[in-house]
């Protein structure tokens, strides 16, 4: 099991950027790959990006393709998404997640073994 715990999120005006991190207690963290999902109340678990062990394979969704970067540094545990050009559709509740690649799919639980306990972000004027 691996225990994550994500920081970074906040109030941001759109237009803004912010970086979410998610530290990773545990030895399995460089094995596996990791994923950024979000999620609003009453909507599904949305997977916004993935990336491999070692980074060389990542994926984006299409709502986020070429604002958001999604990256890890093994040797501190520690995954990072930055986002840029934020949206007011951008708000809901940011986690990361980590598993093999095969199971970063389009729709997650954002709950349970691997999961952080999410971080807030909210985009708003």
């Known amino acids: 099991q691996v225990q994550l715990m994500e920081s970074g999120g906040g109030l941001v005006e759109p237009g803004g950027s912010l970086r979410l991190s998610c530290e990773s207690h545990?030895?399995?963290?460089?094995?596996?790959?990791m994923g950024w999902y979000r999620q609003v109340p009453g909507k599904e678990c949305e997977l916004v990006a993935a990336?491999?062990?070692?980074?060389?394979?990542?994926k984006y969704s299409d709502s986020v393709k070429g604002r958001f970067t999604i990256s890890r540094d093994n040797a501190k545990n520690t995954g990072y998404l930055q986002m840029n050009s934020l949206k007011p559709e951008d708000t809901a509740v940011y986690y990361c997640?980590?598993?093999?690649?095969?199971?970063?799919?389009?729709?997650?639980?954002?709950?349970?073994?691997?999961w952080g306990k999410g971080t807030l972000v909210t985009v708003s004027s």
């Open positions: 997640y980590s598993a093999r690649w095969a199971g970063m799919s389009e729709n997650g639980t954002c709950t349970g073994e691997n």
């Open positions: 545990g030895s399995l963290f460089s094995v596996l790959a």
């Open positions: 990336i491999s062990n070692y980074g060389a394979v990542v």
